[in-house]
C-alpha cells in the first residue's frame, strides 16, 4: 500500500486543496474542491489517478467553489455534512458579498455526513470522520489512521484556530472539538489544515494559544 498527498493551495483565501491517491489502485479522494476544478483533475491524472470521491470538511464558499465543476468533470460523489447546506445554497449571493458578482453554484450533494464517526473507504485509503463543528455547524475533520495524519480543515491551524465570527460559528464549540475530537489522536498526528502550513497534534498541544487557554480553563 502506498498512499501519496498532493496539495495545491488555491482561490481567494489561499486554502488548501488536498488530493489522496493509492498508487496501487489509482483511486484518489479530494478533500476541499477550493477552486480551479481543471487543475485539481489535471493534479490527479498526471498521477495516474482517477478522482473517485470528492469530500468537504465544511460549506464555506472558500472550500468548494471547483465541487459542481469537478464533479462534472470526473462524475465522483460530493459529500459533506447536511448541516453546511445552507451554504452551498447561499453560495451564487455568497459571490456578490465578496467579488460583486455571484460565484458558481455548488455540487449537490450525493451524500451527507453525521455526527457519528464513520470510515470512508477509496481504494486502500481510509479515512475517518471526525464531527468537529464550532468554525461551522457541520465541520468535518478526516483522520487517516494509517498514515497518522488529520485533515483538519478549518478547525486547528499551526498556532491558531479557526474563525468564530461568522454565522454558525461559536468558540466554546469549536474549542471542544479540538479538545475532545483532535487532540486524542497523538501528539505523532500531523496536522493538514485548510489554510497555511501543517502542523502537529503535539505541537499544537505544547504551544497553541488557543489549545493552551482552553485547557487552563477547564
Known amino acids: 500500500m502506498t498512499i501519496e498527498i498532493k496539495v495545491q493551495t488555491l482561490g481567494l483565501a489561499a486554502t488548501n486543496a488536498y488530493i ?3 498508487s496501487e489502485t489509482q483511486e484518489a479522494i479530494v478533500i476541499d474542491a477550493v477552486d480551479n476544478a481543471p487543475l485539481l483533475h489535471k493534479t490527479a491524472t498526471d498521477a495516474g489517478w ?4 470528492i ?3 465544511h460549506g464555506h464558499f472558500d472550500h468548494v467553489l471547483a465541487s459542481k465543476a469537478l464533479k462534472e468533470l470526473t462524475s465522483a460523489p460530493f459529500y459533506i455534512h447536511q448541516n453546511d ?3 452551498l445554497q447561499r453560495l451564487p449571493e455568497t459571490g456578490m458579498r465578496f467579488i460583486g458578482k455571484p460565484f458558481p453554484p455548488a455540487a449537490i450533494p450525493d451524500r451527507f455526513l453525521t455526527d457519528e464517526s464513520e470510515i470512508i473507504t477509496v481504494g486502500s485509503i481510509q479515512l475517518e470522520t471526525l464531527f468537529t463543528p464550532g468554525h461551522a455547524p457541520g465541520h468535518i475533520s478526516f483522520f487517516m489512521r494509517s498514515q497518522r495524519i488529520v485533515f ?6 499551526a498556532g491558531s484556530v479557526g474563525r468564530t465570527d461568522l454565522p454558525g460559528a461559536d468558540l466554546p464549540t469549536l474549542m471542544k472539538s479540538i479538545y475532545d475530537k483532535l487532540l486524542p489522536l497523538g501528539d505523532d498526528v500531523r496536522v493538514l489544515p485548510g489554510h497555511m502550513a501543517e502542523t502537529t497534534i503535539g505541537r499544537e498541544r505544547q504551544s497553541n494559544p488557543f489549545v493552551r487557554m482552553y485547557a487552563d480553563e477547564l
Open 85 to 87: 447546506l445552507p451554504f
Open 55 to 57: 469530500l468537504a470538511t
Open 50 to 53: 482517477t478522482i473517485k470521491l
Open 152 to 157: 483538519s480543515g478549518d478547525c486547528l491551524f
Open 20 to 22: 489522496i491517491g493509492d
